[in-house]
């Protein structure tokens, strides 16, 4: 049977493992930094740090030797913070078998570079496109190691990859579909992030729906934009891994980021929050990478831009929102067309 690696075991590397472990066909193996953490997941079948009451899959197992994870695996899925991979990878990259597809669950882009996660692979390991893809799309890791039905796009530009990896985590409650567009599956994954830190704070101060609805429908424009000028179809972006897991995301409690934004939105500082933050949550770093990127392609991203200067430049939520409202008045679009007059301290109406 084929043997899967999955390096992480934080709450979506273990959310995913089981859901290819209750697929049925593959052997999963995760790999995980801390001994009682992967004590508890071979012996009660469950991961105490993140989901102590859930029952796992039992033919998931797990180690702290990652050799013995990676050896022999024609699968290679990774699950660690996107700011991380690159040095894991390097790490790594001896055990890695030579055949193995590499496959990122992670929705970031890396600061410094501004490099897809993809695209760090690819690097740091050398390894063709046709072995590296990307899973993506509406996929709370709580609601997936719950067993709730969801779906997911599995992408590789190569189409036997992705309808390999397809059938290793296709079961009865997780349907992946698949695609070649892998720069607007990451980009999807990576902006939603972003933006589900806006809508976030638009929830702590207080506003509702016609505003959440407004940054969801207004994100989802300038992630087309921006994604379409990188080369994306835009049509990707319309499908799960754009606009599914941005209502995914923007809409519930369990996301990091949207609750990350909320607790900003509410009074605190982003010093606080980090500090009461352990898990991940991708968009405060991948905002300045992001937003490097649009501006190399010349692309208007405001929310982006305002999200940006709350997280890093000390601009608070009030301050962003009156720079984000007091833009110039223009027409409604979606695509491409858009000029200059998006950024922030553009000409007030
Ligand atoms: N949690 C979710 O619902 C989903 C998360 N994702 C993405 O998956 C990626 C991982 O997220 P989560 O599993 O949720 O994060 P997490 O914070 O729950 O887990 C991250 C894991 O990486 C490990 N880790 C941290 N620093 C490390 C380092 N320097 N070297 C090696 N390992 C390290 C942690 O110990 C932990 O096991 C992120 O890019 C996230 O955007 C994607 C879909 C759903
Ligand atoms: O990517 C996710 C759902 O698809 C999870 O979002 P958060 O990282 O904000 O929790």
């Known amino acids: 049977m084929t043997r899967v690696a999955v390096l992480g075991?934080?709450?979506?590397?273990?959310?995913?493992?089981?859901?290819v472990a209750d697929a049925g066909g593959a052997d999963v193996e995760i790999w995980g930094r801390r001994t009682d953490v992967v004590d508890a997941l071979n012996q009660r079948h469950e991961n105490p740090d993140y989901f102590p009451d859930i029952a796992l899959n039992p033919a998931l197992s797990a180690t702290t030797d990652v050799a013995k994870a990676l050896n022999g695996a024609g699968f290679v899925v990774v699950a660690v913070p996107s700011q991380t991979l690159r040095e894991n990878l390097a790490a790594w990259a001896e055990l890695i078998p030579r055949d193995a597809v590499v496959v990122s669950l992670m929705k970031g882009v890396e600061l410094g570079t501004s490099r897809r996660m993809s695209q760090v692979i690819s690097e740091e390991l050398d390894f063709p496109a046709e072995q590296v893809a990307v899973v993506s799309g509406p996929n709370l890791a709580r609601e997936i190691v719950e067993r709730q039905p969801a779906t997911a796009v599995v992408a590789c530009p190569h189409e036997p990859t992705a309808v390999r990896l397809q059938h290793i985590c296709k079961s009865a409650y997780f349907r992946p579909y698949t695609t070649t567009d892998l720069v607007g599956v990451e980009l999807g994954g990576a902006v939603k992030n972003v933006i589900a830190l806006a809508v976030g704070v638009a929830v702590g101060m207080g506003f509702g729906d016609n505003a959440k609805a407004s940054l969801i429908t207004r994100g989802l424009a300038e992630t087309v934009r921006l994604a379409v000028a990188l080369g994306a179809d835009e049509h990707t972006l319309a499908g799960l891994a754009g606009m599914?897991?941005?209502?995914?995301t923007c809409s519930s409690a369990l996301s990091r980021n949207r609750t990350f934004g909320e607790k900003l939105g509410s009074g605190m500082t982003v010093d606080e929050?980090?500090?009461?933050?352990?898990?991940?949550?991708?968009?405060?770093?991948?905002?300045?990478?992001?937003?490097?990127l649009a501006r190399t392609a010349n692309v208007d991203v405001p929310i982006t831009e305002a999200v940006v200067a709350m997280m890093h430049n000390d601009l608070s939520p009030a301050e962003a929102l009156l720079a984000f409202m007091s833009r110039r008045a223009k027409p409604e679009r979606y695509g491409m067309e858009s000029g200059q007059d998006e950024r922030p301290g553009g000409s007030p109406q």
Do not use: H
């Open 9 to 19: 075991c934080g709450s979506w590397g273990t959310a995913f493992a089981n859901v």
């Open 273 to 292: 929050v980090i500090t009461e933050t352990r898990q991940t949550a991708e968009g405060v770093k991948s905002s300045e990478s992001i937003l490097a």
């Open 244 to 248: 599914g897991d941005l209502v995914a």
